[in-house]
């Protein structure tokens, strides 16, 4: 009579745990079928300025979305820790903020529609092989230096440094002053520490210096040098980001990331949709114009009340901003 008493309730307790496994193996089935109906966001690493872009792609995305950090790790490479970290997913598609999260999602993801966007040098060091586009970092140059013409009126000589794999940005630079009645004084460099040198071979025939986005040229000891050095040369430094502009330069015209996200939101459909065919990377839309008013003050401009109408912020900024 024990004995029986027992057995059956050995079998109550096995019944019950199987069908506990049983609902626990549907709740997950449920959360990895949301999953894969969905995109991964891949941050490059979990920066300020990558907030807007992933906040306005999902509001723009009807999709569930969720999101991965890059981390710095010794043991493992981007691409085996974002497998890792998306191992229960099969994502539709993956939006990518930044060069590095673009190259470890498409490596750990090589048949995924991929959009990337706050990529800087994309051209240099992504491939849009297969299902992949993006939002560029860079706006159309002939509309930047209509801005900087604007705000400075006496602007004729502009010099720009890039790194030597950079032609194309020279190539459109030129093409862009021309028709403006501006010359543009170029100089390469193969390393970040050739910079300074590059930049005091320009210094004394330009009215302005332009930083583009490039990654062997943009350190922070080279916004720092070219920073103080343009403001003591009585250079106007032109920035590419808002937060350069918090730190010493003159104005940029950047952006708007929020803008970027909701574009990122259309292509990621479009590539859902039909990922044979793929749009061409694309120029962002709508830009930020920010003024430096302390380094004006330095430089002598005057920020009339039309300019800074002009500007969408006039900012006095402090080191600790950048």
């Not at 903020?97 to 040098?121: D, W």
């Not at 104005?251 to 459909?269: D, I, N, R």
């Amino acid at each position: 009579m024990i004995r029986s008493n027992w057995n059956k309730r050995g079998q109550r307790l096995a019944l019950l745990a199987a069908t506990t496994a049983l609902l626990m193996a549907a709740s997950m089935a449920l959360t990895v079928g949301t999953a894969v109906a969905g995109v991964i966001i891949v941050k490059s690493d979990d920066l300020p300025q990558y907030t807007p872009p992933a906040t306005a792609f999902r509001q723009a995305s009807k999709r569930e979305s969720v999101e991965v950090v890059l981390r710095s790790r010794l043991d493992q490479g981007d691409s085996e820790f974002l497998k890792q970290a998306a191992s229960t997913m099969q994502p539709s598609a993956v939006f990518a903020l930044g060069s590095r999260a673009a190259i470890a999602a498409r490596e750990a993801f090589p048949e995924t529609p991929l959009v990337f966007a706050m990529a800087l040098g994309w051209s240099r060091n992504i491939t849009t092989d297969g299902a992949t586009t993006g939002v560029s970092v860079e706006l159309p140059t002939a509309d930047l230096f209509v801005r900087f013409k604007l705000i400075i009126p006496g602007l004729h000589r502009i010099g720009l440094i890039t790194s030597d794999s950079n032609s194309d940005t020279v190539d459109e630079a030129r093409a862009a002053a021309s028709g403006l009645g501006l010359e543009i004084l170029h100089e390469t460099v193969g390393h970040h520490d050739e910079v300074a040198g590059a930049y005091r071979r320009m210094r004394s025939r330009i009215d302005a210096l332009w930083m583009v986005p490039d990654p062997v040229v943009v350190t922070r000891e080279n916004f720092d040098y070219l920073s103080t050095r343009c403001r003591n040369d009585g250079v106007a430094f032109l920035a590419f980001s808002e937060n350069f502009v918090k730190a010493g330069a003159l104005l940029s015209v950047a952006p708007s990331y929020s803008t970027m996200g909701s574009q990122a939101a259309l292509l990621v459909e479009q590539l859902i949709t039909d990922p044979n065919n793929v749009p061409p990377v694309q120029s962002p839309l709508g830009a930020k114009l920010v003024v430096n008013a302390d380094t004006a003050m330095a430089l002598g401009l005057d920020l009339n009340a039309t300019t800074i109408h002009m500007a969408d912020r006039v900012i006095t900024p402090t080191r600790e901003d950048f």
